[in-house]
């Protein structure tokens, strides 16, 4: 079945005449015409948004053997098909809150590790304060260990 007829066929499924499909679709009641006369195609973004609105793979439009599945619904299989390992909306969802948590999280780590380091007196000291170490006192002499 050519993509002219299965536009047709889709059409009056849904019980809508042409005019109704254009004001849906926000285009002319002629450019549905032509569509369904065959004297001009949908471009892609147009065919997409046929597809979703009858509920059918772009393919199943394009393609003059492919056959529709039972009721006009899309099967499962040709859902994954449509955008190969492409993740549904609800996985990306998740992925995207644990991705957001690990952020939080790191960023309590790093805060508490500052505040550890702190507390702990473990900021760096200046070399005249640490005994032992001197290389040189406030008052200018030099202490060397060697």
Do not use: C
């Not at 065919?47 to 039972?70: I, M």
């Not at 449509?82 to 549904?88: H, M, R, S």
């Amino acid at each position: 079945m050519k993509l002219s007829e299965k536009l047709v066929l889709l059409r009056k499924e849904k019980g809508l005449t042409q005019s109704e499909l254009a004001d849906t679709m926000e285009l002319s009641r002629q450019t549905v015409s032509r569509w369904e006369v065959g004297s001009s195609v949908p471009t892609l973004e147009n065919l997409t948004r046929l597809g979703r609105f009858y509920a059918v793979p772009v393919d199943y439009l394009l393609d003059e053997e492919a056959e529709r599945a039972e009721g006009g619904e899309r099967a499962p299989e040709e859902e994954a098909e449509e955008k190969p390992g492409a993740a549904p909306k609800a996985a990306k969802k998740v992925l995207l809150k644990r991705l957001a948590i690990a952020l939080i999280l790191l960023a309590l780590a790093a805060a508490a590790g500052g505040y550890i380091y702190w507390k702990l007196e473990l900021a760096p000291v200046p070399l005249y304060d640490l005994p032992g170490v001197i290389l040189g006192e406030p008052d200018g002499t030099i202490h060397s260990w060697w």
